[in-house]
């Protein structure tokens, strides 16, 4: 009796017909993809409009249904000190409330949450961002309060979160509005200047009205680009000046000496009474190169990748004063307070246990994947979370000499500022630039003593030079791979990691939870066996426990016994017992599940997960972690096909190291029993000494350091929104089987800028030459730039899209 | 051909109230969230869903 559980069975959410994920709830006999959805569907189904979903028995639930959940903990939120500080704005009559609720994901959400007007008359209006996850509430101080809306929305399953960072997070960036204002600008003079300046180009056919209408278009054409050079390439200006101050060169140096010398030879030209002038091919330029800016600028808001120690601190304590409880601001807690800390909370600071016993989670601070039981006068650090009854505890350090603190400011733990990108863009910088002075002075001198031929030439070079398509390439190919990446769940920081990808040659894995996953395992039973009643009753028992393991048994249960429904069972009561077990009534059964002290009442510490059916002792159940589906063939695949070292470091014991010698070519790349430290000062040690490009993929905070010490970290995450360290991409775990296939294509994606680089080294031969023998004329540079950036536009995204058609074909195998 | 001074001066404006009006419209907000709007729009009234939904019959998996 024994099968390996790689995926869930598949539910399909019975509101939105999504394919629910690992978290599905289950209720009475129909599925649901998040809270959210099943709301809706109870929504609809109180007010008769079931006809939608033609189900039939279902139990009705109100929402009070899920006050079973403890929302006391907002208590905080009545300190009017902690509630204003987290308002966006307050008069008598109207306040407004910004939150991030991490668990908005659908349109159902989106529907639900901006009918709260409608659930509670304080509430004025209620709009949500899906995109960045975050609602803004406008809603009446006198009527309702802070806490009743935190509180109405946890009910509602959209609990927010509300911590130091992500009150910061909430100063709203107005550097995006800005760049379509610079574009919208560039472009309106575009349009405008090219149908002024094109009956200068063919100035036979006006006749005699030539010299006022020459006039009227040279006025029109210094209008129009005048906010272009002012407003709109600012950004191509700023750039290069801080270049230039830090004496490193950029690529928006050259950008910006063809920018001034197309705009000041254009000048001249018109007042000199010359030509027509540039002014639409400028405008053009800025408009290409503007465009360009807002495709790399592509931000995933959801996502936070610079997360810092204040993401890990709670907000809020509860603390213990002559026999009261008090809530109080995390920050102000001083050695001596005594804090009550409860189930599922975060040990704001160092501190010894006062409770008799206690349970704690460390995983996020050590890697170990088993919670661990203390007792009295214990030392607990920072960081921990608290599993189970609450527990009360005595605060030893301040938060900023707390262990978490001095491990986040760690020298070790700091990113060297590095970048291939900075460093190729400044080669690339330096040698274009010097290369196209030369060439203009050079241009320009064989002219002499002709000086306004000797000049025209030069500014001409300057000009055509400009590099224009070459700077189109970058963005357009790595904002592109950025794009299709989050597709299949690897969202990058920004363009920079992408190439950082591509140059990785080491790749070092955490173990649990980014290798392992708490949902899937290997399950075996040993002991007597159940009947189908008593079966369907665990399999409904564990699906309604909150634990990991409970939802691992329950997938594995219904696989191996082909259970597709439990329609028709109906369970009388059901209790959990954190940290024990759980206990579910029907009909004549009573079954309890947990550990071997909570099923059998005896005082004697067993690993297995135990059963009893009407406190006789069934038997146990044993889960042993394994890899996650295709995570073996992928690390093959690494190794084989890409040539990459794999290294596998963990701060977890090697109990389950069998299961990686083969993959990782033996024991000497498996390494067990690390601290944060060592991982870190393993990657320092393979950068030094072998000059290797390290990839870290790890997801808790004991990885943070490698994160950060590595070329490029990578925070693997069960669900995108969910909590992970600072690093330079995140990355959904069910995608980290084609981590090979990623890893392709962004190695196709430098190969693919290096062809559209020789593409635009084409135009600019044709550009130089006509520039060089002194025939660059308005009407060539007009047709010359916007062709060669068109083209070097469809050339890399259509590649990068064909190339990216890879990973969708590993996904479907 | 001195109708092309009317001209050229009618479609700069017209191009410049579109250039005002679009900035209006980023200042305003209009593009900082372009996912759930579309999905907003979407959502029929109360009354409406009453008699849309009962001859709308998805089957449950």
């Keep these: 009796m024994k099968t390996t559980v790689q995926q869930s069975i598949l539910h399909i959410c019975s509101h939105c017909g999504d394919i629910c994920n690992d978290n599905a709830i289950y209720d009475g006999n129909v599925f649901f993809c998040c809270e959210g959805c099943k709301t809706v569907y109870k929504l609809l189904q109180n007010n008769n409009l079931c006809g939608y979903y033609a189900v039939d028995g279902s139990e009705?639930?109100?929402?009070?249904?899920?006050?079973?959940?403890?929302?006391?903990?907002?208590?905080y939120l009545d300190d009017s000190s902690i509630a204003e500080s987290i308002l966006a704005f307050k008069n008598d009559k109207k306040a407004q409330l910004v939150l991030q609720l991490p668990s908005v994901h659908c349109t159902s959400c989106v529907w639900l949450l901006e009918k709260l007007p409608h659930l509670h008359p304080g509430i004025l209006r209620s709009e949500l961002q899906l995109s960045g996850k975050q609602i803004s509430i406008l809603f009446n101080p006198e009527q309702v309060t802070v806490r009743e809306i935190v509180e109405l929305l946890t009910l509602l399953g959209y609990e927010p979160d509300i911590s130091l960072a992500a009150m910061h997070k909430q100063t709203k960036d107005t550097s995006n509005r800005s760049m379509y204002i610079r574009l919208a600008i560039a472009g309106?003079?575009?349009?405008?200047?090219?149908?002024?300046?094109?009956?200068?180009?063919?100035?036979?056919?006006?006749g005699d009205l030539q010299s006022t209408f020459t006039i009227m278009f040279a006025a029109l054409n210094i209008l129009f680009s005048l906010p272009v050079i002012l407003y709109s390439s600012q950004p191509f200006f700023k750039n290069a000046w801080s270049g230039f101050r830090n004496s490193t060169m950029n690529v928006d140096i050259p950008i910006s000496m063809g920018i001034l010398a197309i705009y000041s030879r254009s000048i001249y030209e018109i007042f000199m009474g010359i030509g027509p002038g540039f002014m639409d091919s400028f405008s053009g330029l800025v408009f290409f190169l503007l465009i360009g800016r807002v495709f790399q600028k592509k931000s995933f808001d959801a996502l936070e990748f610079d997360r810092d120690f204040n993401s890990y601190v709670p907000l809020q304590c509860t603390k213990i004063e002559h026999d009261t409880e008090k809530s109080i601001a995390a920050s102000s807690i001083i050695p001596g307070d005594i804090l009550l800390v409860r189930n599922q909370e975060i040990i704001p600071s160092d501190a010894i246990l006062l409770s008799a016993n206690g349970h704690i989670d460390y995983s996020f601070i050590t890697g170990e994947s088993t919670p661990v039981e203390i007792l009295k006068d214990t030392l607990i650090y920072a960081g921990a979370r608290v599993l189970g009854p609450s527990i009360l505890i005595e605060i030893k350090k301040e938060i900023s000499r707390s262990g978490l603190l001095r491990m986040w400011n760690n020298t070790l733990f700091r990113k060297p500022v590095s970048s291939t990108l900075l460093t190729v863009s400044?080669?690339?910088?330096?040698?274009?630039?010097?290369?196209?002075?030369v060439l203009a002075i050079i241009a320009g001198l064989f002219y002499l003593p002709h000086y306004s031929m000797a000049l025209s030439v030069f500014s001409a070079v300057l000009i055509i030079a400009c590099p224009c398509a070459l700077t189109?390439?970058?963005?357009?190919?790595?904002?592109?791979?950025?794009?299709?990446?989050?597709?299949?769940?690897?969202?990058?920081?920004?363009?920079?990691?992408?190439?950082?990808?591509?140059?990785?040659?080491?790749?070092?894995?955490?173990?649990?939870?980014?290798?392992?996953?708490?949902?899937?395992?290997?399950?075996?039973?040993?002991?007597e066996d159940f009947s189908e009643t008593q079966l369907r009753l665990i399999i409904s028992g564990c699906l309604s426990s909150t634990h990991p393991k409970s939802r691992i048994l329950a997938s594995w249960l219904c696989m191996n016994n082909n259970i597709q429904s439990l329609k028709g069972l109906h369970c009388d009561s059901f209790q959990e017992f954190t940290g024990k077990g759980w206990i579910a009534a029907a009909g004549k059964y009573t079954i309890r599940l947990g550990n071997y002290e909570f099923v059998s009442h005896r005082k004697e510490h067993k690993d297995q997960i135990w059963v009893s059916v009407n406190a006789k002792l069934l038997g146990y159940f044993i889960i042993k972690e394994g890899p996650r589906h295709g995570i073996l063939s992928m690390i093959d695949s690494l190794t084989k096909a890409l040539h990459v070292d794999v290294f596998l470091i963990s701060g977890d014991s090697n109990r389950n190291a069998g299961y990686y010698t083969s993959a990782f070519k033996g024991?000497?790349?498996?390494?067990?029993?690390?601290?944060p430290e060592d991982k870190a000062r393993f990657?320092?040690?393979?950068?030094?000494?072998?000059?290797?490009?390290?990839?870290?993929?790890?997801?808790?905070?004991?990885?943070?350091?490698?994160?950060?010490?590595?070329?490029?970290?990578?925070?693997v995450a069960e669900h995108i929104s969910a909590f992970h360290p600072g690093c330079d991409a995140i990355m959904s775990a069910n995608s980290l089987s084609y981590l090979d296939a990623f890893i392709q294509f962004t190695k196709k994606g430098i190969t693919i800028i290096k062809a559209a680089f020789w593409i635009s080294v084409i135009y600019n031969i044709i550009g130089l030459t006509l520039a060089v023998m002194g025939i660059l004329t308005p009407?060539?540079?007009?047709?010359?730039?916007?062709?060669?950036?068109?083209?070097?536009?469809?050339?890399?995204?259509?590649?990068?899209?064909?190339?990216?058609?890879?990973i969708a074909l590993k996904e479907n195998q | 051909m001195e109708v092309l001074y009317l001209t050229i001066g009618i479609s700069v404006i017209i191009a410049g109230g579109f250039l005002i009006a679009f900035s209006w419209a980023v200042y305003n907000g209009q593009y900082d969230d372009r996912v759930t709007p579309s999905i907003r729009i979407l959502f029929e009234d109360q009354a409406e869903i009453k008699k849309g939904s009962d001859d709308n019959q998805t089957p449950l998996s």
């Design chain 1, 60 to 75: 009705i639930h109100s929402l009070k249904k899920l006050s079973t959940k403890s929302i006391s903990r907002f208590a």
């Design chain 1, 426 to 437: 400044t080669l690339f910088g330096t040698y274009f630039t010097f290369g196209t002075i």
């Design chain 1, 188 to 206: 309106f003079a575009f349009g405008n200047t090219m149908m002024v300046s094109l009956p200068g180009y063919f100035d036979e056919g006006i």
């Design chain 1, 779 to 806: 009407v060539y540079t007009a047709i010359l730039m916007p062709i060669s950036s068109l083209t070097v536009i469809g050339f890399t995204l259509g590649m990068s899209s064909f190339a990216g058609r890879k």
């Design chain 1, 472 to 527: 189109l390439a970058v963005p357009f190919t790595l904002g592109n791979i950025m794009r299709i990446s989050a597709k299949y769940g690897l969202y990058f920081k920004n363009t920079d990691t992408v190439l950082e990808l591509a140059s990785v040659d080491t790749i070092v894995f955490d173990k649990t939870g980014t290798l392992t996953s708490s949902l899937e395992g290997t399950v075996e039973y040993i002991g």
């Design chain 1, 683 to 715: 990657i320092l040690s393979k950068q030094n000494q072998d000059h290797a490009k390290v990839a870290m993929i790890g997801d808790g905070i004991n990885d943070s350091g490698a994160l950060m010490q590595s070329n490029i970290g990578i925070a």
């Design chain 1, 667 to 675: 024991e000497h790349s498996l390494l067990f029993h690390q601290s």
